[in-house]
């Protein structure tokens, strides 16, 4: 959808509630509509995805066969979560060796969760009630999710839960976190909320030293020169000597033992 449009400046507009027909190109699913904001003064996208038998999403492109191809390294999604602090995004990237990965982001989650092709991660201490700048740092989440690939494009969005969307775009650089007060300068002016409109920057970065992000190990296998190797995401990495030595000790005295039973 964007691949023939210029995304060599600060930033990209995604989404905006404003229009005759701002959603002409997503597809809604549930309970999902368009009101005026008086604080914003505004059109917003309404979510009302409270429980879990009400299921309201909003996804970009309309059609799985389409793409966006945006270049541009951190998503912002201008929006509200109320009080249910119910909130579901689901991201379809190209990494450098297109490779299609999706990265689920809710507040539901307590765990990082990955595997070859999908990742699930928390929103810890997402702002609530009150208007946010979300920002995912979506470079440093394929890098540190997938390790050993790089971020390429973002092919998709879906929304959901229970918020009001007012605005969506790609920025080239990170800007500055209002919570941690880290970060670069402040969102482009046109993004900018009226004046006494209380609104938080929040930026969301991958922490590839977390420990709550698994190591990427899944199958031990023995390589050529009898050393045991372990594949993760497609790559042989040889385990320590230590492990080996030991897993070998193991084995033999299983051996043992077996043979005095006989």
């Known amino acids: ?98 490779s299609k990965r999706r990265i689920h982001f809710s507040t539901s989650f307590k765990d990082t969760s990955v595997d070859p092709l999908n990742a699930r991660v928390p929103l810890p201490g997402l702002v609530v009630e009150q208007w946010l700048n979300l920002c995912l740092d979506l470079d440093s989440y394929v890098s540190g999710l997938f390790r050993g690939h790089a971020y390429r494009s973002l092919e998709a969005i879906s929304i959901g839960g229970s918020c009001l969307v007012r605005k969506i775009f790609t920025l080239q650089d990170l800007p500055m976190d209002t919570i941690s007060g880290e970060g670069g300068a402040d969102v482009p002016k046109g993004y900018q909320m009226p004046s006494g409109v209380v609104v938080h920057t929040q930026v969301f970065r991958c922490q590839a030293s977390s420990k709550s992000i698994p190591a990427p190990f899944q199958d031990a296998q023995e390589t050529g020169g009898g050393r045991l190797s372990h594949v993760a995401f497609g790559a042989k990495i040889p385990v320590p000597e230590h492990i080996v030595s030991r897993e070998s000790r193991e084995r033999k005295g299983s051996l043992e033992r077996k043979g005095s039973l006989e």
């Open 1 to 98: 959808m964007f691949k023939s449009e210029y995304q060599g400046g600060s930033h990209v507009e995604v989404f905006s509630s404003q229009g005759s027909d701002p959603a002409g190109k997503w597809k809604l699913q549930g309970p999902v509509h368009k009101e005026y904001d008086k604080p914003t003064k505004s059109f917003v996208f309404v979510l009302e995805g409270g429980n879990s038998t009400s299921v309201a999403r909003m996804q970009l492109p309309k059609s799985e066969k389409s793409t966006l191809h945006l270049l541009q390294k951190c998503c912002v999604f201008q929006l509200l979560v109320t009080s249910e602090a119910r909130l579901a995004l689901e991201l379809s990237v190209q990494d450098s060796d297109g």
